[in-house]
T-cell receptor
Framework: ETGVTQTPRHLVMGMTNKKSLKCEQH?????MYWYKQSAKKPLELMFV???????ENNSVPSRFSPECPNSSHLFLHLHTLQPEDSALYLC??????????????FGSGTRLTVV | KNQVEQSPQSLIILEGKNCTLQ??????????LRWYKQDTGRGPVSLTI?????NTKSNGRYTATLDADTKQSSLHITASQLSDSASYIC?????????????FGQGTTLQVKP
């Protein structure tokens, strides 16, 4: 375990379903991130939360909705997804000080399949 | 444009052999460079992290080098094992902004065969 826990590990959902991905970090970090990893492509940053405030949203479709209730938990709410949204969704956390992000740690990811 | 390019895209070697993976970047301002190992279906795990002033850093059989002048890094794996089969990702941190934006390479897929 890396200290960043993601659930579920695998998820299959229909295009009309609503589901949520959960991420929890036990490292005392103050920033959390959602990434999307599609086959043969670099990781794509989706959202950044720093001190529970969303500081970055990289033009992600509104069918993805993040929530950060506290510095240890991060959710990604999913609704009316498309098959092309099938990917590995990774959560990460770090300790940000000044312009640095220290101790950047990833979770094991949720493999999402949209049918 | 901030970019990280890795080569080769994929590599097959025999168990026990050494190999070197390459990473070229154009990220500016530069903060640090990390190498991650990602097993299939898992999240990336950090191998090394180097700042501007560091030329080399080792983690067991993994040795990373950094040439900040030419903006190149390499990851050398010694005496490869079957468990080294994974994707290796080079990541450069953009030193601008407040959250240390990471720029990811596409990764090199390494397969170690018996």
């Amino acid at each position: 375990e890396t200290g960043v826990t993601q659930t579920p590990r695998h998820l299959v959902m229909g295009m009309t379903n609503k589901k949520s991905l959960k991420c929890e970090q036990h490292l005392g970090h103050n920033a959390m991130y959602w990434y999307k990893q599609s086959a043969k492509k670099p990781l794509e940053l989706m959202f950044v939360y720093s001190l529970e405030e969303r500081v970055e949203n990289n033009s992600v479709p509104s069918r993805f909705s993040p929530e950060c209730p506290n510095s240890s938990h991060l959710f990604l709410h999913l609704h009316t997804l498309q098959p092309e949204d099938s990917a590995l969704y990774l959560c990460a956390s770090s300790q940000t000080r000044g312009r640095g992000a220290y101790g950047y740690t990833f979770g094991s990811g949720t493999r999402l399949t949209v049918v | 444009k901030n970019q990280v390019e890795q080569s080769p895209q994929s590599l097959i070697i025999l168990e026990g052999k050494n190999c070197t993976l390459q990473c070229n970047y154009t990220v500016s301002p530069f903060s640090n460079l990390r190498w991650y190992k990602q097993d299939t279906g898992r999240g990336p795990v950090s191998l090394t992290i180097m700042t501007f002033s560091e030329n080399t850093k080792s983690n067991g059989r993994y040795t990373a080098t950094l040439d900040a002048d030419t903006k190149q890094s390499s990851l050398h794996i010694t005496a490869s094992q079957l468990s080294d089969s994974a994707s290796y990702i080079c990541v450069v941190t953009d030193g601008s902004g407040n959250t240390g934006k990471l720029i990811f390479g596409q990764g090199t897929t390494l397969q170690v065969k018996p």
